[in-house]
Nanobody, 111 residues
Framework: QVQLVESGGGLVQPGGSLRLSCAASGFTFSNYYMNWYRQAPGKERELVANIAPIGITNYADSVKGRFTISRDNAKNRVYLQMNSLKPEDTAVYYC?????WGQGTQVTVSS
């Protein structure tokens, strides 16, 4: 079955960086779009970025220029490099494919 496992979250100061990773299994990873979502306390889950099988990317306006999504089809992994982090980036970040979700990884940006 489809399995998505995120890692890489943590506590970081404003202006800092984190790299999230999602390990995917149970489907032909290289054929599909992959998505990163996030959900902050009291807010709806929102799309942060996605990446097409051939690498075309799309970002939410709030993260453009700061976040970079990438994928390694040989390793069945998708990444989210997050730079210049802000307190408003604090959320649980989820890897997503079709109707499958990972367990999420907490990102907290605070001094």
């Amino acid at each position: 079955q489809v399995q998505l496992v995120e890692s890489g979250g943590g506590l970081v100061q404003p202006g800092g960086s984190l790299r999230l990773s999602c390990a995917a299994s149970g489907f032909t990873f290289s054929n599909y779009y992959m998505n990163w979502y996030r959900q902050a306390p009291g807010k709806e889950r929102e799309l942060v970025a996605n990446i097409a099988p051939i690498g075309i990317t799309n970002y939410a306006d709030s993260v453009k220029g700061r976040f970079t999504i990438s994928r390694d089809n040989a390793k069945n992994r998708v990444y989210l490099q997050m730079n210049s982090l802000k307190p408003e980036d604090t959320a649980v970040y989820y890897c997503h494919f079709r109707d499958a979700w990972g367990q999420g990884t907490q990102v907290t940006v605070s001094s």
